[in-house]
Structure formats: structure tokens, C-alpha cells
């Protein structure tokens, strides 16, 4: 016949207690860690998701508001904003960080200015030319791409696009109540490349895909 524990001492009812609170805290703390690894493992998942659901809006859009051209020519004839000074405005880029043309100048330093949209076929093409410029010019130059709000392009579209790429200049994007910053610049396609020089100076314009040895050339002449 079964017995029941009987303490005989204080002792033995404290060494009792004591093998409850280890069991207790062993529960605890393998709770815990599960708890943590199923955290962990939601965080994952809803980056993941997060990341999947921004390749799939970017691989849907389908820009239809956008002039698209090939490369053309150097079109400092045509642009009527060569030899005028730069139009300045102020933007946030992705870093939140607020960014101007006359902040460069005050600098002295030349503008690479472009402007562009993540999904234009032509401004992803456009891309390394300018990732490669940036490699050999950055000391003397500032690179600013600044992506226009056609087709309701987004910061979160434009970090994936700035970051997937490896490109580490500045980005930014123009709101919708500031799209006047396009008519300044005669902005009816992109890419729409200016070049402008550290007094401000507009000096070159590219609408389309430019080639890395005209803009390059361009860029020499600043030095």
C-alpha cells in the first residue's frame, strides 16, 4: 500500500520547496526561450513578407504616364534653362535628411542632377553609368537623384530601388504638392540628366539614356 510523503523535519519541507522553485524556474526559462525563438521567428517572417509584397508592387507597376525616350544627343541647344542659374528646392532624402541645391553651391561643389522613376526602364539603365561616375567623381561632384511622383512612386519603393542597387548617393522624392520642381526643370521624360556647375550655373541637360563617356566628358570640364 502506497504512502504518502510525510516531512518529519523543517528540513525536509524546506529541501522540498527548493526543488520546486528549480523545477519552476527550469519551466520558466525554457518558456522563455521558446517565446523569444517564436518572436524571432515572426520577425523574420514579416520581413520577409514585407520584402516580398514591395518586389511584387514593383514588379506590377505599369508606368503609363511617363514620356520614355531613348538616348539622344547632347541637348544643351534645346533646354532653354543652359546657362541660366539652377532653380533651387529643398527635399528629404532617404535618410531623412534635408537636401538643397544651394547647399551644394554654398559648397562649391558641381551638381550631377537627375531625375528619374524605380521602375523606368531607361533611369534602371541609366543607373550603373551613374553608380560608375559617382566611383570616379564623388571627391568633386555631388550626385542627387530625385525620383519624380509619377505612377504614386513612394519612399519605401525608392529605398528598395537606392539600396538593392548598392547606389550611396543622395535620393530623394519630389511630394505630389511640389510638383512644380518639374516644370522648372522641363522634366517631360526620365531620366532627365542636368549638369551644373559649383557657381550654380546650368551648364548641360540629357533626356534618355546618356552614355558614361558624354557625361563623363561633361564632368571634366568642371574641374
Not at 524556474?25 to 520577425?43: G, P
Not at 514588379?59 to 544643351?76: A, M
Request: aromatic letters at 16%.
Amino acid at each position: 500500500m502506497a504512502h504518502k510523503k510525510r516531512y518529519t523535519s523543517t528540513e525536509e519541507k524546506k529541501g522540498y520547496s527548493k526543488d520546486n522553485d528549480i523545477n519552476n524556474s527550469i519551466v520558466y526559462k525554457k518558456l522563455r526561450r521558446n517565446l523569444l525563438r517564436i518572436a524571432f521567428v515572426i520577425v523574420i517572417v514579416l520581413l520577409i513578407s514585407s520584402f516580398v509584397w514591395t518586389e511584387y508592387q514593383y514588379s506590377q507597376r505599369s508606368p503609363t504616364t511617363v514620356n520614355y525616350s531613348s538616348y539622344s544627343t547632347n541637348t544643351t541647344s534645346k533646354n532653354t534653362l543652359i546657362g541660366k542659374p539652377e532653380i533651387d528646392f529643398s527635399l528629404l532624402d532617404t535618410s531623412n535628411i534635408t537636401i538643397s541645391l544651394s547647399m551644394f553651391k554654398n559648397h562649391s561643389l558641381p551638381v550631377f542632377l537627375e531625375f528619374f522613376a524605380p521602375w523606368c526602364p531607361h533611369c534602371i539603365e541609366q543607373g550603373p553609368i551613374i553608380k560608375e561616375l559617382y566611383q570616379n567623381y564623388s571627391s568633386k561632384v555631388a550626385f542627387y537623384s530625385v525620383s519624380v511622383p509619377w505612377d504614386n512612386v513612394n519612399y519605401s519603393e525608392l529605398y528598395h530601388f537606392e539600396f538593392s542597387n548598392n547606389y550611396t548617393w543622395f535620393f530623394s522624392l519630389i511630394p505630389s504638392n511640389e510638383i512644380s520642381i518639374l516644370t522648372d526643370y522641363n522634366v517631360s521624360g526620365v531620366p532627365t540628366i542636368y549638369i551644373i556647375n559649383s557657381q550654380g550655373i546650368i551648364k548641360y541637360s540629357y533626356t534618355g539614356t546618356t552614355p558614361y563617356n558624354v557625361l563623363s566628358a561633361d564632368l571634366e570640364t568642371l574641374k
